[in-house]
């Protein structure tokens, strides 16, 4: 098993940013494509961001330009820096560890516990 836990989160002005982090209790960086996805009130969970074994990141087009995703290997911490920010970013924001080679497939579709983003006009 492997624990995700995020952090981060909080409160503020549209055209402000955040940095949030996600800290896995293995290294697995380097078999597993790691993704933020978010959820709004009364609306699915979507895909924001992920980043491959091998470094490929992909973006959600409501986030492309203002969003960043990146790894600290070093550190076992995924991170999603989140600039100019506005009031449709407010979700409850969960880290995943997406897809995992062979060999390490039990620890795809693992989960944190989700860190709240509130963007106020």
């Known amino acids: 098993q492997v624990q995700l836990v995020e952090s981060g989160g909080g409160s503020v002005q549209a055209g402000g940013s955040l940095k949030l982090s996600c800290v896995a209790s293995?290294?697995?960086?380097?078999?597993?494509?790691m993704g933020w996805y978010r959820q709004a009130p009364g609306k699915e969970r979507e895909s924001v961001s992920s980043i491959s074994s091998i470094g490929i990141t992909r973006y959600a087009d409501s986030v492309k330009g203002r969003f960043t995703i990146s790894q600290d290997h070093a550190k076992n911490t995924l991170y999603l820096q989140m600039n100019s920010l506005k009031t449709e970013d407010t979700a409850v924001y969960y880290c995943a560890a997406i897809l995992c080679l062979s060999g390490y497939s039990g620890y795809s579709n693992t989960w944190g516990q989700g860190t709240q983003v509130a963007v106020s006009s």
């Open positions: 293995k290294y697995i960086f380097s078999v597993c494509t």
